[in-house]
């Protein structure tokens, strides 16, 4: 496994930016971005392929939020715009088994320890 953490959570206004960014501690296959609000089941937000030609966003990310990745760095990030006070939560990165993207929490074999996001109204 991999060692993984983000960073760039913060507190924001509605509508404004976030960007976060994840660092991982060697070489990662398909990636993602997961969030969890308290007493609720992680979700998926947006994942990625290993090359990071191939994103897949779930429909509250469409159009606001973009997932990316540099292998060279071993990074992954997610540029969150107009942000809501519904997007409040912890997100956390991912590393998946594979190297396409993948949707469902049981494909993930590493995770990092969360960054809070919180959207203001």
């Known amino acids: 496994q991999v060692r993984l953490e983000e960073s760039g959570g913060g507190l924001v206004q509605t509508g404004g930016s976030l960007r976060l960014s994840c660092v991982a501690s060697g070489t990662t296959l398909a990636m993602a971005w997961f969030r969890q609000f308290p007493g609720k089941e992680r979700e998926l937000v947006a994942t990625?392929?290993?090359?990071?030609?191939?994103?897949r966003y779930v429909d509250f990310a469409k159009d606001r939020f973009t997932i990316s990745r540099n292998n060279d760095k071993r990074t992954l990030s997610l540029q969150m715009n107009n942000l809501k006070p519904e997007d409040t939560g912890v997100y956390y990165c991912?590393?998946?088994?594979?190297?396409?993207?993948?949707?469902?929490?049981?494909?993930?074999?590493?995770w990092g320890q969360g960054t809070q996001v919180t959207v203001s109204s």
């Open positions: 991912a590393a998946a088994g594979g190297v396409n993207p993948a949707f469902s929490q049981r494909d993930y074999t590493s």
């Open positions: 990625i392929s290993w090359t990071g030609t191939t994103a």
